[in-house]
């Protein structure tokens, strides 16, 4: 199992720097990972919480190239601002049981 560990970035001295390519990158240091793709777990954690934030659940696809939280807050404001491109849906009956605000979702349009 590979072994990492990250620091904290000084993002206030990177802030400060003129040099362009400064961005405030983690160190990192070694101690041991649970999982071996543990850094694309936390992605998809991420973004599945970040969709999530669409009041409903999401019928749709979802392809993410070094998204972050920034790129899919403006994604849903994207989504919704355009009447066009959603509309809510009723979910199958897996479902039954539940209040009715709980078996609507956000069907994105093709």
């Known amino acids: 199992m590979r072994s990492i560990s990250c620091a904290r970035?000084?993002?206030?001295?990177?802030?400060?720097s003129t040099t362009p390519s400064s961005s405030p990158a983690t160190a990192c240091s070694t101690t041991t990972l649970r999982y071996e793709d543990e850094f694309v777990r936390h992605k998809v954690l991420?973004?599945?919480?970040?969709?999530?934030l669409a009041g409903a659940p999401i019928i749709g696809h979802y392809h993410?190239?070094?998204?972050?939280h920034s790129f899919n807050?403006?994604?849903?404001?994207?989504?919704?601002?355009?009447?066009a491109a959603w509309r809510w849906a009723m979910l199958d009956g897996r479902t039954a049981g539940a209040a009715p605000w709980q078996r609507r979702a956000v069907a994105a349009n093709a």
């Open 64 to 68: 993410g190239v070094r998204a972050g």
């Open 9 to 16: 970035p000084d993002w206030r001295a990177a802030a400060r």
């Open 46 to 52: 991420d973004a599945v919480g970040d969709l999530a």
């Open 73 to 83: 807050n403006k994604l849903l404001q994207a989504l919704f601002a355009d009447e």
